[in-house]
């Protein structure tokens, strides 16, 4: 049953800090209320955790550990790892990798739990299915060009409002706060570089399946063309329309539910490659368009990557955004407003 654990987890003495999701760079842990949990595939056997945890809760595998028996508390993980005494072969002066030696206070939520990643899904979808049934309206339709602008711009600010808002509920409900529910917190300078390089690769896979399925003989529909300028109009409000909900709302409520709820839910359950995949996917589907899944699935495995290796929801929200960007900027000038 998959990797060999490379190190010894004791969840009966995790405080729950964060540090060692906080220095793993694989992105490879997850610290629950009750389990330590890690992709041992994923692992590289660094040590960086084991130095980052005052607690001792993790430690290395190997045999002659020098075992420092301080607590006998039953393990609470139920994955069936060995129960051991509470170990560290590291000085202290290693351990505590140049920080005060202070306990930090507990800082690590609870993981999403099913309910909760279900309930977003469903808000979600029933949001979209209600945004397309009143733009579809003939009430709508019927409008005039700037009428219709507006009614579009209008609802897709309240399917975006009112998802944000059932966010921040349930965030509200467990007692966090957003920014560390989602993990919005800085991140290491080079993955500034790496988010660009995801929007390369993604506009690049983009590009490189349109030129291949169309030589195959699939028109894309016209909806995954140019429908930006539709929606919002062909002009200069319109593009900053499109700005505002295209560029920065969009992929900040989008980054949340996939990459911060369902990524995470799903890695913690059955590990970084399925969560990957299944937030990939879903993020795919979310779209409504059979053309587009590939690339969109495609950019999701991308965004999943940046967000586990970064450990950090930032540079994911911000390659979203800029890949959308490229799409806005193209629609804009292809209508002569750029
Ligand atoms: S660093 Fe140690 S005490 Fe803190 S969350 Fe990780 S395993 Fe638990
Ligand atoms: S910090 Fe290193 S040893 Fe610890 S789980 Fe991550 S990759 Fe493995």
Redesign the pocket.
Known sequence: MGARA??TLKPEVCDRCGA?MD????G??QVGPRYIY?DWA?????????DACEAGA?GPASRGANVRRTRSVAATSGSGERRRSKSDPRDEGARSGGRSGRRRSPKVDAPWSLSEVAAALAVALALVVAKNALLGSETVSELPVRGLVWARTGTLTVYYGLMLAFLVWLVRRRGSDLFQAFSLKTFAPVYALWTVAVVLLGWFVYVAYAFIVRALGWEPPPSAVSDLTDVFGPDVLGLGLAIVMVVLVGPFVEELVFRGMVLPFASTRWGVAVGTGVSALLFAASHFSLWRFVPLAFLGVALAWLRMSSLSLVPSIAAHALYNAVAVAAAFYVAGVL
């Open positions: 490379k190190l060692c220095v793993c760079p694989e490879v842990l890690c994923g692992c590289t056997d660094c040590r960086a955790c084991v993790i």
